[in-house]
């Protein structure tokens, strides 16, 4: 059972792994930069190679600590779906490495959201440069087989400051609308590139994402509503609360971006610039609070079990939640907030969570099969 829990965090790490981004702000048409645009993203292609995406999911991943209790037939399953895994990603890598081994050094995914009269919702968009002495054609092909539910292209060229004229190739989803080619926002262009600056755009992945009036209002429609309509403990009541003070003090941001290194030393880093400093001690109070009730929960559900004589969990509800906690502390400045969750936290969390959920599973099964296995047993049921 065991076995069939991990299976999902090895695809989910293979998968993962292979939407690395990295790239300079600057290098895709301006008229992306527009106010509809809320998120930037870059995968650097040079780095999505077989080698680093393996030694990511080596590094995340440990096959031994999640094989111990485990019957031999289940261990040599989970070993399997490992192997899997790697075979997977290191397939992942051939089509990106094509396009970088032609000069294509990254693709760019963009993010714009549309009026609400037009029905489209998020438009998402992949743009690739065209290398100079390269068959734009090609490019175009190459990039559909990339992604390959973006069937839809079309060149955008625009003229640099040097006077030459750079193409992409832009992607989407059939028959949704391309960007006006009017439309830049100096504004919002200076939000991605002080994100992109803070950050770095030199690892896999970099990804900066700016709100605007449509997202914020969309964020507080959905906690609003998620607010109304039930009954409510206490503890709930002030987690919600909480949650309602992080969603309007994140919606009101600068920018809040991040990056992923891959390899053996495989690093998730978000950083985020506030649009007011008062929101910084906002955010201290609130994860203070939510961190405090999630570990009076988490000791709760280990009192519960203690009290009905359940087995010891490898690891404690308790235990998880703290290094959880640990592993996801915020790193405030005056401005801003920093988080950075390396290999061996993330490893730790994947091998805690998934070993309580298999535990939690198993005894699931076992309860549900207690009543059936009683009366096969031929015990009797006592008389009315």
Do not use: K
């Not at 000069?103 to 992949?126: D, H, K, L, N, W």
Request: hydrophobic share 45%; aromatic share 6%; glycine share 6%.
């Amino acid at each position: 059972m065991r076995s069939f829990a991990v299976c999902a965090a090895l695809v989910a790490a293979s998968v993962f792994s292979t939407q690395s981004l990295g790239a300079q702000d600057s290098q895709f048409p301006t008229a992306f930069f527009s106010e509809d645009t809320v998120l930037a993203a870059f995968v650097n292609l040079r780095e999505i190679t077989g080698p680093a995406l393996t030694d990511s999911i080596n590094a995340i991943i440990d096959i031994p600590a999640l094989q111990r209790g485990l019957s031999q037939e289940a261990a040599e399953e989970l070993a399997q779906r490992h192997r899997q895994a790697i075979t997977m990603a290191q397939a992942m890598s051939v089509v990106p490495q094509a396009l970088a081994i032609q000069g294509v050094p990254y693709v760019t995914a963009i993010a714009m959201t549309s009026p609400p009269e037009s029905g489209q919702g998020i438009r998402v968009f992949a743009l690739a440069p065209v290398p100079p002495g390269i068959d734009a054609a090609w490019v175009q092909q190459t990039l559909v087989q990339l992604i390959p539910r973006m069937p839809q292209t079309r060149v955008v060229e625009q003229i640099a400051d040097d006077d030459r004229i750079d193409q992409w190739i832009v992607a989407c989803r059939s028959g949704m609308a391309m960007p006006p080619d009017i439309g830049w926002s100096p504004s919002r262009q200076e939000r991605f590139h002080a994100a992109a600056v803070a950050i770095g755009t030199d690892q896999a992945l970099f990804w900066a994402f700016v709100p605007n009036v449509q997202t914020r209002d969309t964020v507080m429609a959905m906690i609003n509503a998620f607010s109304q309509g039930e009954e409510l403990s206490n503890s709930d009541i002030a987690m919600r609360v909480e949650a309602r003070t992080v969603a309007e003090v994140l919606t009101q941001l600068r920018w809040i971006g991040g990056s992923v290194r891959l390899g053996g030393n495989l690093l998730i880093s978000v950083r985020a610039e506030l649009s007011d400093p008062a929101h910084v001690g906002q955010l201290q109070s609130s994860w203070s609070v939510a961190t405090g009730l999630l570990q009076q929960r988490a000791s709760s559900a280990d009192a519960r079990r203690s009290s009905q004589d359940l087995p010891a969990l490898t690891h404690s509800n308790t235990q998880v939640v703290n290094a959880l906690i640990s592993a996801l502390q915020p790193q405030f400045s005056e401005t801003g907030f920093r988080i950075d969750l390396t290999a061996q936290e993330l490893r730790q969390l994947i091998t805690m969570v998934v070993t309580l959920v298999s535990e939690s599973m198993a005894e699931v099964a076992s309860a549900l099969m207690a009543g059936p296995m009683a009366i096969l047993g031929g015990e009797q049921q006592p008389s009315p």
